[in-house]
C-alpha cells in the first residue's frame, strides 16, 4: 500500500526562492474562512442535518467531473451508480467504489485527483492512497464516518469554516429547504441564488412545467408579458429574502437584444405560443438576460452570466440517461458583439454588476479583459469549469490581469456540488494564486508587501465586494 | 512612504542560472539606441520644442491605457481631465492626480505600472513610491521638471537615446510639423507614417472632410478613381520625402480584396455616390488594402496592418465623450482566407514586405506564424496593444519562435504616444526578449552566442531591416 | 568553426531539482524501441533498401519544414533543388546545400534546428556545428556515408531501433512495396494505412484517377453507390493484410454528416456525376467520415482525422511548383458542431476508436479534451505539425491533461517523411514529456513513481493500445 501525503509545497513554482514566497503568501491566507459564492449544493442537506450515506452515492455518482472520465475508458455508467432513465440503480455502491478505485490512475494530473485526495486526507483523515487494494478500507471507513455525527453537513459546514455557502435554485424553486435553514436557528449562512433559465429556456424540456410553477408561486400571469416580468420581480424579493445577492444565467451564448417594450411583447406571445424557432428562442434569452439587468439596476443583485456549454452532446447518451451526465462540451463564444445590446442600454451603469464567465480561454485576453478593464459594470468570474485546475488558473492569471489587472475579478467560485471538496476547492485557488503573485514577486514586478495585500484580497476582499455580501 | 526601487533584475526568469544568462544578454543591448518605427506621438512637440504642462495633462488625459482602469472603477473621466465632448475641461490637474495616485493599486500587475514607476525613477529621479500620500509631491516635482529646459521635447529624445522615430499622421495630414522640424536644423530623426484610413473608411466619420483636405493637398480629382489613386501616389511620395518608410492600416478585420479595374471603380463610386452598404464598405477597405500593396511594391514603403479592433464599443461613452476613449475592444481575427486575395496578387514578390499585428493571440501559432513562415512577403509585427506587456510577449515567443522563427519578426514597436514611456516599453522588451532567449539557452535548445547574436537583432538589427531605415 | 554538442540535458526545465526529476525519468524511457504509428516514409524505401544520394536530396529537397523557411526569406525554391511543374531540376545539390547552410541561422528556435542537429550529431557523427565553412566538409562527408552499407534503409531502421513503422497509402495506392518488403523476408515491421482522401475528395485534382484506379484494383463498380462502398471495405482488407491498423482522414475541416442511405447515394451521384458545388463536396466527404466509422466498427481499423489545413494557400506558388510546398496554412476549427452527426450514430461505441488531431491549439482546452474526456470512442492524437515541438508538445499536455487525463492521449507521432529525422523527433517529444511529468513532481502534483509509469505509458503503453498494435 502506497502512503497518501498532501505536501505541504504542493502546487507552489518549483524554484525555491519563488517558493518561499509563495509558502510565505500562502500562510497569510491558508486560514481564512470560506466565502463560496457561486455553487450547486443541495439546500436540504444543511435543512435536514441528515447523514449521508456511503462514499459511492456521495462522492461518485453526482460528480459528472469522475465518471465522465470513466466513461470515456468504455465504463459503463449503470456501473458506477448513475442509471439510466427509469431504471432502478441496481448497482451495489461497493462494487461502484471498487470499479473506480481500480481506475484511479485516469485521474493523474487532473484537479480531480488532487481535490479528492486532499478529501480523503484531511475530510477522512486516510493516510493511505486509494488503489484497488484499499478499495474495501475506503468504503468501510468513509461509511462509518459519515454515520457520525461528526460527519453530518452542519458539523462539516463549520469545520470546514465556512462563513458564506450560495446554492442555485430555479426561478420554479420552492426555497422551502433554505427556509428551513433559517427557521431552524442554526447559524450557517447558507443563501439562494436566482437562476431563472427553466422559465426562460424556452428549449429546455422543463419550460412548460416551471412556467406552471412560476405562476403558481408567484399568482402572476406569467403568460402575459407584463405579467411575466412582475413574477420575476417577485421571484427576485423572495429570493433576496432567502439570502441571494445574485443572479445566475447559464446560457448557451452570451447574446443580448435590445428590443423595444413592443418587439419583447411580441416575441414573448411568440415564444409562449408555441410557434417559435430556435432562433426566436435564442433571441427571447438574449433579451431576458437585458431585462435581468434592467431588475438588477432596481433590486442590486448582481449578475452571472455562464455561457457557451453544448449541452447534453452525447444523444445516445441523453436518450438513455437523460441530461448533466458528463457530456456538455463548452463551444467557442463571442462577448464582444454578443454583450454590445445590453451594454449599449446598461454599459455606463456603476450600479449594475456583471460577472462573466467562460470556458471559451481564447477570450479571456483578447475579449473579456479588455471588456472588464473598460466597463465599470463588467467584472471577470474565475476560471471555471474545465479550467477550474492549476493550469487554467494560472492561465486565467497570466491572460487576464495585464489588462484587467486583479481588481477587476472576483476572487474564487468553487461551482460545486461535491460539497466535500469545497476546501480541497478554495485550498488549490489559494495555492495557485499565491504561486502566480509569489512570481511576480520573484521577477520584481511586484513588491512582497503588494503581493501579500492582494493575496488577501483574491481570498477574501474581491469575492465579499463583487457578490455584496 | 515607500521606496520606489526598480530591481536591476527586474522581469528576468526567477531561476538562478537563467537568470545570470538573462542579465549577461541584457547587458549586451541594454544600452543600444531606440528605434521606434511606429508610434502616435505628436509631431509638433519635437517642431516647437515646447514645454509640456503637467502631470496630468501629459501622463493621465492622453493615456487611455490609464483611465480606461480608472473608469472600470467607476471614476469618471472627466475627473481625469478627459471632458465630455462640447464641454470645458473643468478639472484641476492636480486633483485629477490625487484621484490618479488614490487608485494607483489598480495597476498591481500590469505594464502600465511597469512603464510609470520607470518614467518616475528614470525619467522623474523619484524614490518614493506614488500613493495618495505623494500625490502632491509628485505633482510639485513633475511640474517643476517640465518647466525645465532639459525636460522639453528634444532634450529628452536626446536623452533617452532616440535614433529613430516614427510617428503617424493620415493622408489628409499637411506634414507641417515635419517640414518645421525638418527646417529647424535639429538632428533628431523623427519621420511621419502613412496612414490614409481616414480617406479609405467611409463608415469613420471624418471621412467627407478628409475627402475634402485630401483633393486640396493633392489637387487631384479625388471623387474619380483614377484621381484617387493619383493623390494617393501623391501624398505618399510627400510622406517618403518626410521621411516615411512605411504606411498604417488600422482596419476593423484583415480582409482584402483582389476586384478587376472595372469592379474596384464601380465599387469607389458606390462608396463616394453615398449610396453603400456596410459591406461595400468592407469591401473597399479590403480593396484598398490591395491597391496599397501595389503602390509599396511600386515605391517601397512597407505595409503595416493592424486589424482586429472593434472601436468605440462602448455607445454611452461614445456619445457623450467621443471616439478612442479607451472602449476599443479586440475581436477575433481571420487571415488565412482575409489576406488570401492580396496574397494572390502579390504573394511571391520578394519586392513587397507587410508587417501584420494581431490583437487575437490565437492566430499567432495557428495562422500569422505559419503564413511568415512562408510567405517572403510577410512579416510578424510584435505583441500589440493589450499584449505589449511581459507575458504577451512571452507568448509572442512561444507562440511564433519555432515556426516563424526569430528572423520573420521584426523587433519591437512601442506604439505609443506616451513619449515619456518610450525608454520604459523598450526596456520591457528587451528584458523579456533577453528572459525568453536565456531560457532556450539554459535548455540546451540555442548556444550562448547565438543567444547574444539575437539579442542584438531583436533589439536593432531586425527593425533596421524589416522597416527598410 | 562551431563544436557541435547535443547537451545531455537538453529541453529538461531549468530548474534543478526540476531537471534533476526529468533526467531520471527520461533514463528510464530514452533508449525504449521506437513505435512509429503514422507517418509519411516511402516504402520504397524498404523495399529495395537501396542507398540515398545525397545530403540536398534526402534532407532538403523533401522537407518543407527547411525550404518554406528559406522561401519566407526570399530562396527561390528552384535553387534549393525543389523544382517547378514541368522544369527538370537543374540545381547543383553541392550549391544547394550551401545556401541552407548559409540560411541556416533562420532556424535558430525552431525544432528542424533541434532534430537536424540530431541527425548531424548521432546520424553522421559530425563534431562541428554546420554553417557555411562547413557546408562542403557536410556534404561530401554526408554523402559519402549515404554510399556506405551502413547507411542503406534497413540498416538505419534497426540501428534507429523502430519495432514498428506504418507510412500511409492511397486507396488507389498499389501497396506493391509494402509487399515486396513483406515478401523480402526482412524483419523490419513496416505497414501502411489506409488514407482514402484521394477517392473521397472530389475538389482534389487526383479524384478522376485516384477513382479510375480505385476501380481497377478492386474490380468493383466504383461509380455506384454499392460498388463505391463495397471498393472501400475491399481495400480496407488489402490494406490490413499489408499490416494497417489504422485508416487516416486529412479533410479541410472535422465535419462529419449522417444521411439516410437514400441521401448518402443521392449525394454520391451528384459528386459523380461532377455537377456539384463545393458545399456538396465537403457533405460528401463529411458523409464519408461516418462511412469510414462504420466500416471501422466492422473491421477494427482506428480511424484518424486530422483537419483544418488551409492547403496550397499561395496562388502563384501553386501554379508554378503544383502542391505540397509549404503553403499549407492552418485554420480556426470546429470540432463540437462538426463530430456531433458521426458520434450521435457511434459516439457510444467501445469498439471504435477515433484519434483527433488539430492545427487550432484553441480546441485543446475547449472542444477536445472535453470531448475525448466524455466520449469512449474519442482519444487526443499528439500535437501535430507545426506544433509538434518543445513549446508545442508543452502547452498540448498543459491545455489537455487536466480535462482528458493522459489516458486519453495516444504517445507520439512523428508524422514524418524526413526518416533519418525519426529518433530525433522521438527524442524531443520524449524529453517535453519527461520535463512536463517532473514540474508535476516537484509541485507535487505526481509522485515519482506514477511519473515513471506514466513516462512509460507515453513513449510505448499508449501507441500500442490507441493503434491495435
Known sequence: MRPLILHPDRLFPADPRTRDIARALYAEVALLPIVSPHGHTDPAWFATDANWSNASELLLAPDHYLYRMLYSHGVPLEALGVPAQGVAPATDPRESWRLFAEHYHLFRGTPSRLWLDHVFAEVFGFEIALEPATADRYFDTIGEKLASDAFRPRALFDRFGIEFLATTEGAHDSLDHHAAIRASGWGGRVVTTYRPDGVIDVEHEVFPRAMARFAELTSEDVWSWPGYLAAHRKRRADFRAAG??????????????????????????????????????????????????????????????????????????????????????????????????????????????????????????????????????????????????????????????????????????????????????????????????????????????????????????????????
Open 244 to 469: 441571494a445577492t445574485a443572479t445566475d444565467h447559464g446560457h448557451p451564448t452570451a447574446a443580448t437584444a435590445n428590443l423595444s417594450p413592443a418587439e419583447a411583447e411580441a416575441l414573448f406571445r411568440k415564444i409562449t405560443g408555441g410557434d417559435w424557432t430556435p432562433a426566436d428562442a435564442e433571441l427571447f434569452r438574449a433579451q431576458m438576460l437585458t431585462e435581468m439587468a434592467a431588475m438588477s439596476v432596481e433590486d442590486g443583485m448582481v449578475m452571472q452570466i455562464h455561457p457557451g456549454s453544448f449541452r447534453n452532446h452525447n444523444g445516445g447518451l441523453f436518450a438513455s440517461h437523460g441530461r448533466d451526465k458528463g457530456a456538455d462540451i463548452p463551444t467557442r463564444t463571442d462577448y464582444v458583439t454578443a454583450l454590445k445590446p445590453l451594454l449599449d442600454r446598461f454599459g455606463t451603469s456603476t450600479e449594475l454588476s456583471i460577472i462573466l464567465f467562460t470556458l471559451d480561454e481564447s477570450t479571456y485576453a483578447r475579449e473579456l479583459a479588455p471588456l472588464a478593464g473598460h466597463y465599470p459594470c463588467l467584472k471577470l468570474g474565475p476560471a471555471w469549469w474545465f479550467h477550474d485546475s492549476p493550469e487554467g488558473m494560472r492561465r486565467f492569471r497570466e491572460m487576464t490581469t495585464e489588462t484587467a489587472g486583479f481588481y477587476n475579478t472576483v476572487g474564487f467560485n468553487d461551482d460545486t456540488r461535491a460539497f466535500l471538496s469545497i476546501p480541497a476547492r478554495h485550498d488549490v485557488a489559494r495555492r495557485v494564486d499565491c504561486g502566480f503573485l509569489a512570481r511576480l514577486v520573484a521577477e520584481h514586478r511586484l513588491e512582497d508587501w503588494e503581493a501579500a495585500e492582494l493575496a488577501h484580497e483574491l481570498t477574501s476582499g474581491l469575492v465579499r465586494r463583487a457578490y455584496r455580501i
